[in-house]
């Protein structure tokens, strides 16, 4: 059974800086693709970030709000994705959820999501 263990939310103040993990565990992955989206209140969930890995390079995507101030990174090893907040502002508080898409050997993709971490910015 696939599992994500989502950790590292909290408050955090203007200019400041927090990391948030998800670490997939239950079975054997093929993993096509990691991320991070999020959603504040009243709003739609939105992308954050996400990375896939090709040919043994990390290939990660932004939403332009969020461009020079967040990094997506993969520790292929611990099957972890990781998202390091740097200078967030009030405007990033929101739910983050980790994403995961595996895919199955007859090539057909499963999409799973963690349970969300609040991530509040203020002071």
């Known amino acids: 059974q696939v599992q994500l263990e989502e950790s590292g939310g909290g408050l955090v103040q203007p200019g400041g800086s927090l990391r948030l993990s998800c670490a997939l565990s239950?079975?054997?992955?093929?993993?096509?693709?990691m991320g991070w989206y999020r959603q504040a209140p009243g709003k739609q969930r939105e992308l954050v970030a996400v990375?896939?890995?090709?040919?043994?390079?990390?290939?990660?995507t932004y939403a332009d709000s969020v461009k020079g101030r967040f990094t997506i990174s993969r520790d292929n090893g611990k099957n972890t994705v990781y998202l390091q907040v740097n200078n967030p502002k009030p405007e990033d508080t929101a739910v983050y959820y980790c994403?995961?898409?595996?895919?199955?050997?007859?090539?057909?993709?499963?999409?799973?999501w963690g349970q969300g971490t609040q991530v509040t910015v203020s002071s």
């Open positions: 239950g079975g054997i992955f093929s993993i096509k693709r």
């Open positions: 994403n995961v898409v595996l895919r199955r050997i007859n090539g057909e993709d499963d999409d799973y």
């Open positions: 990375i896939t890995t090709g040919g043994g390079t990390n290939y990660a």
